[in-house]
């Protein structure tokens, strides 16, 4: 089961605001999420002083998740579901397909495909001794550090959610 704070559950959250239309930039898409603390975006911190419990909203998780939507062009820069895959990209039962075919357009401009991922899993992780574990990190490396990492790590993950590309609990990815 797919967490509610998960990356990919933070994307719906943030397309079914989008959805709205009610913004007229990025910054403000970023404001309507941050008023409304869907529970996708809060989480607590314990005040020592107090020895209580303050929930808080994170404004660095909604831009990042902005940000990948726009990558993965769902919403464009006016903080709205672009026409194109954004409006579709809300029906449940299309999200995995769009996801991960925008996924798989982002990886194709620098060059990888699924097939290449799963042979430098097969050919690089598991056949070296010791045998590396295939984490989104040794993925990266023994692709060469196609870009940022966190991003590539984002877009592994992502992938595994909507079943392009299968992985456990751990992170672990498998060919």
């Given at each position: 089961m797919i967490g509610e704070r998960s990356i990919y559950r933070k994307i719906q959250a943030a397309l079914d605001i989008a959805k709205?239309?009610?913004?007229?930039?990025?910054?403000?898409?970023?404001?309507?999420?941050?008023s409304l603390s869907p529970i996708n975006f809060c989480y607590t911190r314990i005040d020592k002083e107090k020895s209580k419990r303050i929930p808080y909203c994170s404004k660095d998780s909604i831009r990042r998740i902005i940000k990948i939507c726009e990558?993965?062009?769902?919403?464009?820069?006016?903080?709205?579901?672009?026409?194109s895959v954004g409006?579709?990209?809300?029906?449940?039962?299309?999200?995995?397909?769009?996801?991960?075919?925008q996924?798989?357009?982002i990886l194709k401009q620098e060059n990888i495909s699924l097939e290449k991922i799963s042979s430098a899993i097969k050919n690089n992780?598991?056949?070296?001794?010791?045998v590396i574990l295939p984490t989104s990190d040794a993925i990266w490396n023994a692709l060469g550090q196609p870009f940022q990492y966190e991003h590539f790590s984002s877009?592994?993950?992502?992938?595994?959610h909507s079943r392009a590309l299968a992985f456990s609990q751990r992170k672990i990815f498998l060919p």
């Open positions: 709205e239309g009610r913004s007229k930039s990025i910054r403000e898409l970023e404001e309507n999420i941050y990558d993965l062009n769902l919403i464009n820069e006016k903080g709205k579901l672009t026409e409006f579709d990209a809300l029906d449940e039962s299309k999200f995995d397909k769009i996801l991960s075919k996924i798989l357009k992780l598991l056949q070296a001794n010791p877009l592994l993950t992502l992938l595994g």
